[in-house]
């Protein structure tokens, strides 16, 4: 079976680079398709510690170039996603024996000022003898600062480029693989083979290898190359406990191997613990979190908390491969964050790009980059214009979140304030064309706890979602709220067997 059309783009990989260069490139003109082998957001971008930031801790590493853009993109990324971004304030206590304090305020410094900040709020001292931050902590922690970066729901962002790629004409098939890609008279041809075993022949003037901790295997198995350049998989996991604390803030620790840990507020009932950074030989899409990295993520914690943490208040616990380009780095926390484009631009023929590294705050500058990059191959392409564009349902002021959930809580009284509180945070304006026409509860179909039918077609129809992991774990995290008996009648009524 062939696919008659030619495309101008083949994007192999549905994570945040590959949707992202989705939505960019449909957006300057290009005809794309992207293929995922699973489902969007499966693999590193799911499994992320939720946050848009600069990157503190990379100035370490005198990654300057780095922490400008990632400082600069959280305010574009806010104001384009409010619904699923907002500002959180991050507490550093003070670790007598790490880094000394001149120099983290040093770093603050510049973290506050190269980035063109004007929303997030700057850097301030904390006395924690007196904050109400200093409560949880022991009381060897006296002072500490306090600074911003962003919140963002991962696997959501990803979700969202697809949706406004889609919107601009781009193809995005899930789970469907590119088991082979050739060049032939100036194209790339690729076979693409679904979940139910059809394959499809596609052709396509350019080809973009974003398939994350895969592209090298990418380059080996589906393009026929040896290639050089090869990724670092680097194993991050994270643990998800009961609420240690009751403020709105999150807290970044200094671990005494010079590592950072974050204790952020999660899902309303819990709290966030991550991440490690361990080197990963395995198969990047089956990372499982090990005895030692609980037992490394609870010390680290523990040290600062004044009631240790213990296994016994864990409620999920996820990681992921980071894709990071080899760079030599003798440690897994050393090794760059930043992104790599290699390009194959052989004379009179097709051109490739992959994507080696990369982090959830550049995607939208990484693919300007990559399609400057092969911009050559596609001279009629049009100019960089997603900074000022918003994401779908992200239409609004992202100072009006609040006011726009009373509202919608008022217009909609028959639904729990808290449902229509997630609801908003998931779908922003698009929470109303989602209920649009109920003016009762049996309206909105099915229930499944909090979650709707009319909600799981929304997101079957629309989120190419089609699984009960794909709506419980990527496209929410209801897995965490929901009982098992309700998990299981959603997995009934998706048709999965027991």
Known sequence: MSDRETYDLLIIGGGINGSGLARDAAGRGLKVMLCEKSDLASATSSASTKLIHGGLRYL?????????????EREVLLTAAPHIIWPLRFILPHNDG?????????????????????????????????????AP??????????????????????????????????????????????????????????DGGASTTVRARGLINAAGPWVSQVLGDVVGRTDPDRIRMVKGSHVVVDRLFDHDRCYIFQNADGRICFAIPYE?????IGTTDQDHAGDPGQPRISDGEVDYLLAAISEYFKRPVTRAEMRWSYSGVRPLYDDGASKAQEATRDYVLKLDARPG??????????????YRKLAETALEKIQPFFPAM????????????????HDAVEARIADLAQRYSFLAPRTVRRLFRAYGTEAETLMAGARFAQDMGQTFGTLSEREVDWLKTREWARTAEDILWRRSKLGLHLAAEEQQALRHHLGEAD
């Open 137 to 194: 902590l022991n009381a060897r922690f006296t002072r500490a600062y306090e600074y911003s970066d962003c919140w963002v729901d991962d696997a959501r962002l990803v979700v969202l480029n697809a949706r406004a790629a889609a919107a601009r004409g781009a193809v995005i098939r899930t789970r469907t693989e590119c088991i082979a890609a050739r060049r032939v008279e100036g194209l790339w041809e690729a076979t693409l083979r679904a």
């Open 382 to 397: 049009g100019r960089p214009w997603t900074a000022g564009e918003a994401l779908p349902g992200g239409d609004f002021p």
């Open 268 to 272: 309303q009932n819990f709290t966030l």
């Open 349 to 362: 023929e097709a051109p490739l790009l992959s994507i080696f590294g990369g982090k959830i705050t550049t």
């Open 60 to 72: 370490e590493y005198y990654e300057f170039r780095l922490v400008h853009e990632a400082l600069k």
């Open 98 to 134: 790490m880094r000394p304090w001149p120099l983290i305020r040093l770093g603050l410094f510049l973290y506050d000022h190269m980035g063109g900040r004007r929303i997030l709020p700057g850097t301030r001292a904390l006395d924690l003898r007196r904050d109400p931050a200093g």
